[in-house]
C-alpha cells in the first residue's frame, strides 16, 4: 500500500493532551548520583538533571515569599493562579539535596532550602483513615475527579523526601508522615488509597477514584514504582519489594493493551467514549524511556521489545501532504501525524483532504482521525487505500 487518502469536508484538528499529565512530566529521565559518606541517604533515583535553582526559575516556577516552590496556573481551575503543587515541590526538593550533597555538604543554603520544602510536605499533609495525603484543591475535568483528590505519583516521591529529611536531622516526625503517606498504597481506591489489585497484579493509579474506577495511567505508574522502589530501598522494608513485582507484573500483562498501532494510549480506562492517546514525541516517547528504565530494573526482556515498538512510532517516516493548510509553517499536514497539543494540520476550504505517504507497502488496520475539539472535529469523511496506484478499497462515514 503506497498511498492513503482521507478527504474531510471539515478541519481535521489533534485533540490536546490531557492537561493533568503535565504535573508528571518534568522528573522523568535523570541519572542516578550516589551520596558521600555525608550524609545518611543517597540522592534520589531519577532527580531531575537540572541545578534546583534553574528548576525554581524555569518556565511557570517560581518561589513565594516563604520560598516554597510554585507553579502558576494563572486562570486555569478556577483561576487557580500560584500554586504549591506537592509532586512538584518532591522534585525540587530533591534537587536541592543533590546540590547539597554535591557541595560536599558544605552550602548550608541548599539544605536550608531542602528542609524548608520537607517542613511544608509536613504542615501540609491532610490525614484520613490513617492516611497521610497531598491533596489537589481543583476538579480533575479528564478523570472526573473532584477536588481534594489525591495521586498515587506523588505519595512515594514525597515520602522518600521526608525520609532523607530525617537522615539530615534525626526528627521523626519526617519519617512519620513519611510512613502515614505510604500507607496510601496499602489501602484499594474504595478504601481511600491508590491501588487497584487484579488477581496477582497491582496498578498504582496516578488519578485515584474512590468510587472503585481503574484508568490505569502508564507513565504514572511507573513514576510511582520508581519512587516506591526509592522508598523501600531506603528503608530495607520487604512489603514494599513485594509491591513492586506487583506493580511489575501489571505493565507486562497489560502492556498489549496500550498499542494504539501507531502511537501508545496515555491510559486504559478514562470515562466517556473516548481513549486518550499518548502523543509522539511526548507522552509515547516517555513510555519509551519508562520501559527501558523497567528493563533495566527487570531484565524482562518482554519490556525491551515494548519499548522497541513504542519507539517505531517516533521514527515515523511517512510522507504528509494536503489540499491546503491554515498556516503551512505551524500546521502544515506533517503536523497531523499523532503528535497532538499545539500541535495540528488545520484547512478552512472545504472540502479538503490530507494524504499519507506509508513509502512501503504494509498491512493498515484502521485510520485514526481525531479533532482538537467537537467543533473541529470531522462531520464526514471518506477514506480511500491505493495501491500501486489503483484504488484499494474505502469507505465513508
Excluded at 20 to 25: A, M
Excluded at 166 to 193: C, I, S
Excluded at 216 to 237: C, P
Excluded at 291 to 320: C, I
Amino acid at each position: 500500500m503506497n498511498d492513503l487518502v482521507c478527504k474531510a469536508p471539515c478541519v481535521v484538528e489533534i485533540k490536546k493532551c490531557a492537561i493533568i499529565s503535565v504535573f508528571f512530566y518534568l522528573t522523568i529521565g535523570a541519572s542516578v548520583v550516589y551520596a558521600d559518606t555525608c550524609v545518611k541517604y543517597s540522592i534520589a533515583p531519577r532527580t531531575i538533571s537540572a541545578p534546583a535553582s534553574s528548576y525554581a526559575s524555569s518556565g511557570m516556577f517560581s518561589l513565594d515569599e516563604k520560598g516554597i516552590l510554585v507553579y502558576d496556573y494563572g486562570i486555569a481551575y478556577g483561576d487557580l493562579g500560584k500554586f504549591r503543587n506537592p509532586y512538584f515541590i518532591s522534585n525540587y526538593a530533591n534537587a536541592l539535596y543533590r546540590d547539597f550533597i554535591n557541595s560536599d555538604c558544605k552550602n548550608e543554603s541548599y539544605k536550608r532550602a531542602f528542609l524548608k520544602q520537607a517542613d511544608y510536605l509536613v504542615r501540609s499533609a491532610d490525614y484520613e483513615n490513617g492516611i497521610a495525603s497531598w491533596r489537589y484543591p481543583f476538579r480533575n475535568e479528564v478523570f472526573d475527579l473532584p477536588p481534594g483528590w489525591i495521586s498515587g505519583i506523588g505519595q512515594a516521591r514525597i515520602a522518600a523526601v521526608l525520609l532523607r529529611a530525617w537522615g539530615l536531622t534525626g526528627n521523626e516526625l519526617y519519617r512519620g508522615v513519611a510512613h502515614d503517606g505510604m500507607e496510601a498504597y496499602k489501602h484499594t481506591l474504595v478504601e481511600g488509597g491508590v491501588i487497584t489489585k487484579d488477581n496477582d497484579v497491582t496498578w498504582i493509579e496516578e488519578a485515584p477514584s474512590h468510587d472503585g474506577r481503574s484508568y490505569k495511567i502508564l507513565n504514572g505508574h511507573i513514576t510511582a514504582l520508581s519512587g516506591i522502589i526509592d522508598y523501600g530501598g531506603l528503608t530495607g522494608d520487604q512489603q514494599w519489594g513485594d509491591l513492586v513485582r506487583r506493580a511489575v507484573a501489571a505493565v507486562r500483562r497489560d502492556l498489549p493493551k496500550f498499542d494504539a498501532g501507531f502511537t501508545s494510549y496515555y491510559s486504559l480506562g478514562q470515562p466517556g467514549p473516548d481513549r486518550i492517546i499518548a502523543p509522539r514525541e511526548d507522552y509515547n516517547a516517555l513510555h519509551v524511556e519508562q520501559l527501558l528504565w523497567l528493563y533495566d530494573q527487570t531484565s524482562d526482556s518482554e519490556f525491551l521489545v515494548w519499548a522497541s515498538r513504542f519507539q517505531a512510532y517516533e521514527l515515523n517516516g511517512y510522507k504528509y501532504a494536503a489540499k491546503g493548510s491554515v498556516d503551512p509553517i505551524n500546521h502544515g499536514p506533517d503536523q497531523a501525524a499523532g503528535l497532538y497539543g499545539s500541535r495540528y494540520w488545520s484547512h478552512a476550504d472545504f472540502p479538503t483532504w490530507v494524504e499519507v505517504d506509508l513509502v512501503e507497502a504494509k498491512p493498515v488496520s484502521g485510520v485514526w482521525i481525531d479533532g482538537n475539539s467537537q467543533k473541529a472535529s470531522p462531520r464526514s469523511y471518506s477514506v480511500d487505500a491505493f495501491v500501486g496506484g489503483g484504488i484499494g478499497r474505502g469507505f465513508m462515514v
